[in-house]
């Protein structure tokens, strides 16, 4: 079992940069791929980033790629979403999630566990 936190949601410009942060309980951490998604008013939830156990991949949706970072630090329990260079269409309720088993992948149906969410607002 994992519980996730995310923080580090908020209101910004257009332009500017936020980093989220998703905290995991328990000491298997290093065992789940990680993923971030988000969901906007009115729409389906979409995936926006993974990245495998060790860091070794990463794969993004193409509206993110160049501008959002996603890494960890198992070390600490944590994954990190950068996101530079933020859109309006950015605006959502950001998710993370873990995923048991080894492979990356983009439906939200292939993660077990889930946060609550953080909001983030990208004013134009």
């Known amino acids: 079992q994992v519980q996730l936190v995310e923080s580090g949601g908020g209101l910004v410009q257009a332009g500017d940069s936020l980093r989220l942060s998703c905290a995991a309980s328990g000491r298997t951490f290093n065992t789940y791929v990680m993923g971030w998604f988000r969901q906007a008013p009115g729409k389906e939830r979409e995936f926006v980033a993974a990245i495998s156990r060790a860091a070794f991949n990463r794969y993004y949706t193409d509206s993110v790629k160049g501008r959002f970072t996603i890494s960890r630090d198992n070390a600490k329990n944590t994954v990190y979403l950068q996101m530079n260079k933020l859109k309006p269409e950015d605006t959502a309720v950001y998710y993370c999630?873990?995923?048991?088993?080894?492979?990356?992948?983009?439906?939200?149906?292939?993660?077990?566990?889930w946060g609550q969410g953080t909001q983030v607002t990208v004013s134009s």
């Open positions: 999630a873990a995923r048991s088993r080894s492979t990356i992948d983009t439906t939200s149906t292939g993660y077990d566990y």
